[in-house]
């Protein structure tokens, strides 16, 4: 039985564990292109997540086998990649409407654990992250390195995210995704 919920500080050892398992500078290679997650969290942003109820879990046998973070932009421009994004986000439109730090936000990272790949805890939690969301902010917004194919298909495919646009930073090619937080997934 795996059940989901909002992360307590109670949590933050299983989440390290499982962002270390699946961190892209932990990772051979070839294992790789299972999906990875490129941004290593501390305790203490982990924490001020959880305060802004920004982090959603799977839990099975009260190990942590999911994780997705969400904020404002106002929290992730702290970090040089998400204050690019936000430099040219309201150049972006959504279904006729103009994006901002107001009517969206930041989705990600989301890792599920390798036995869990395939079992639809991706597609739950997310669906239970983007409910909670929904009572914030109408629009999403993502990235993804266009190396990890596999988070991609997973994004555009099982749940439905649209490329809204392309951008480089620090030598690497990124997908912009984005997605209506008020559609159900499926």
């Not at 890792?111 to 902010?137: D, L, P, T």
Request: charged content about 25%; aromatic content about 14%; overall charge negative.
């Amino acid at each position: 039985m795996i059940n989901y919920k909002k992360a307590t500080k109670e949590n933050i050892p299983s989440i390290l564990d499982l962002q270390a398992q699946n961190l892209v500078s932990n990772l051979k290679d070839d294992e790789k292109d299972d999906g990875f997650v490129t941004t290593p969290f501390t305790i203490d942003q982990i924490e001020k997540l959880i305060e802004l109820d920004g982090v959603f879990i799977a839990l099975k046998d009260e190990k942590v086998v999911s994780y997705v973070m969400c904020a404002s932009w106002q929290y992730w421009v702290a970090w040089p990649m998400f204050e690019y994004m936000a430099s040219f986000l309201e150049t972006l439109e959504y279904k006729n409407q103009k994006l901002t730090m107001n009517n969206s936000y930041q989705y990600g990272p989301i890792c599920v654990s390798k036995e869990c790949r395939g079992s639809g805890v991706f597609e739950s939690i997310f669906e239970f992250a983007r409910e909670e969301m929904n009572k914030r902010y109408p629009i999403l917004v993502t990235f993804i390195n266009k190396i990890n194919v596999r988070s991609y298909e997973a994004h555009v495919r099982k749940l439905g995210l649209e490329v809204i646009t392309e951008f480089e930073f620090n030598n690497n090619s990124f997908y912009e995704l984005v997605y209506d937080t008020s559609k159900k997934v499926g």
